[in-house]
């Protein structure tokens, strides 16, 4: 599975970061990235995390 974010309109409320913390860290800009894999272990809360970015930034491939 892939993720990534939408840098130019993710408003960094860091929600993404906190459902799924090893996959979603805010970088230096204050905006969220995808910093790994997404393992099968991390499929669930990444999705979980895609679902609840309150302005839908995050893609999520199959
Ligand atoms: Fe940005 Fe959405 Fe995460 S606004 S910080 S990608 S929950």
Redesign the pocket.
């Given at each position: 599975m892939k993720a990534k974010?939408d840098q130019t309109d993710?408003?960094?409320?860091?929600?993404?970061?906190q459902i799924c913390p090893n996959a979603?860290r805010?970088n230096e800009q204050g905006?969220?990235e995808v910093y790994t894999e997404i393992t099968a272990d991390l499929e669930l809360s990444t999705i979980e995390?895609a679902n609840?970015?309150?302005?839908s930034?995050?893609e999520v491939e199959i």
């Open positions: 974010v993710c408003i960094g409320c860091g929600v993404c970061t979603f805010l905006v969220a995390a609840a970015c309150p302005v930034v995050i």
